[in-house]
């Protein structure tokens, strides 16, 4: 039986995917890749991975945002691990309501177009996305952490042994 861990990478930078690409497969993680949210969600169900790496910004500006959001709405995926490569600043508090920090915070920013809020409980690592869409309607998407860009070796596999080994 082939225990080889399977891992989903989503960017639309190929040289990104590249880079991830040969660190993960030098430890061996068969790594499957895709250039946007379609291709992505069609690996996903073709080859099952044990985990998902998202890019956030591809085709338009939300694209790893509603393709996490559109994963954890799937019975069959709610439970994958999703790491999300990001620049946005990510937000660490030590409250456990996560999904009242990011409220919160968005009510007291004075830049009224903040759409994105990372957040990360520093203690419980629970980690989301909250984000407004281009209809203004707010969504929550649970993840499981952030990699800041441009991703890091010594960060990257220690994320990824933390969830999948």
Known sequence: MNTTKKILVVDDDIDVINIIETILSNQGYQVITANNKTQGLEKLHSEKPDMAILDVVMTTLFEGFEMAKEIRQNP??????????????????????????AHEYRKTMNDKELNVILVRNA??????????????????????????KPVESKKLLPEIKKLIG
Request: proline residues 4%; glycine residues 4%.
């Open 123 to 148: 203690i419980t690592l629970e980690a989301g996305i909250d984000y407004i869409d281009e209809n203004k309607t707010t969504h929550w998407v649970p993840v499981n952490g952030f990699l800041k």
């Open 76 to 101: 069959d995926f709610k439970n994958l691990p999703i790491l999300l490569q990001t620049s946005i600043y990510v937000l660490e508090t030590t409250e456990n309501d996560i999904i009242k920090i």
